[in-house]
């Protein structure tokens, strides 16, 4: 079975730019979760969906942050512009009901 | 807010040695998942606990979800250099919606020397 596939697994981008990174969920699960994680604040949910719509977005950091789930399959996460301080692993899981099933990251680094 | 403490925050062993680390909550929970991360790699679940209770093992990992559903325990036994890595405890709490929305302990590292 194939897991939450998540990209890319890295990216460096430098301050102002646009980032997007995408998440491809486990077939059928219904709620979708992003995550970011770092040294200082551990691991943090950004925004959770549920049958593609957006439960809660509290833990989004500013403006910069968005969220997409346009269907079923695919989610994004946008930051516009970037700053280094958003440099972290950011982590997508999706979950059929209690367990939630991580990918394998992407790692962020904003110069 | 809700509060999820996890202890230790890390810990060194020896191969052979058995572990247990804990975490308990401010509020009732109807859902524990303990999960183990490696350098590199994302959460993977280790094991899940539906009632208060249960006691549950995995191989060498048993986690109870405790009589009172604010606490939870996962031991590992004969502990080998391949646990290293940083366990979390996740739960859902009870009552209202949250489709599957799980709070996080901060993590227990884990260092087991040969």
């Known amino acids: 079975d194939a897991g939450v596939i998540q990209s890319p697994r890295h990216e460096v981008t430098e301050m102002g730019q646009e980032v997007t990174l995408r998440c491809k969920p486990i077939?059928?699960?219904?709620?979708l979760f992003w995550y970011r994680q770092t040294m200082m604040r551990g691991l943090e949910l950004l925004i959770y969906?549920?049958?593609?719509?957006?439960?809660?977005d509290s833990g989004m950091p500013e403006d910069r942050f968005s969220a997409k789930m346009p269907n079923a399959s695919f989610s994004t996460l946008k930051i516009q512009p970037s700053e280094p301080r958003d440099s972290a692993v950011y982590f997508c899981?999706?979950?059929?009901?209690?367990?939630?099933?991580f990918g394998p990251g992407t790692r962020l680094t904003v110069l | 807010g809700q509060q999820l403490n996890q202890s230790p925050q890390s810990m060194f062993i020896q191969e052979g040695e058995d572990v247990s680390m804990n975490c308990t909550s401010s509020?009732?929970?109807?859902?524990w998942l303990w999960y183990k991360q490696e350098p590199g790699e994302g959460p993977v679940l280790l094991i899940a606990?539906?009632?208060?209770?249960e006691l549950t093992s995995n191989g060498r990992l048993t986690a109870q979800f405790g009589i009172t559903r604010k606490d939870s325990f996962l031991n590992i036994s004969a502990s080998i250099p391949s646990d290293v890595g940083i366990y979390f405890c996740?739960?859902?709490?009870?009552?209202?919606?949250?489709?599957?929305?799980?709070?996080f302990g901060q993590g227990t590292i884990l260092t087991v020397h040969p």
């Open positions: 899981a999706s979950s059929p009901t209690n367990e939630q099933f």
């Open positions: 077939s059928g699960h219904n709620s």
């Open positions: 969906f549920n049958n593609n719509v957006p439960i809660d």
């Open positions: 509020s009732i929970f109807n859902t």
């Open positions: 606990l539906y009632k208060a209770g």
């Open positions: 996740a739960g859902q709490y009870a009552g209202g919606t949250s489709y599957g929305k799980l709070t």
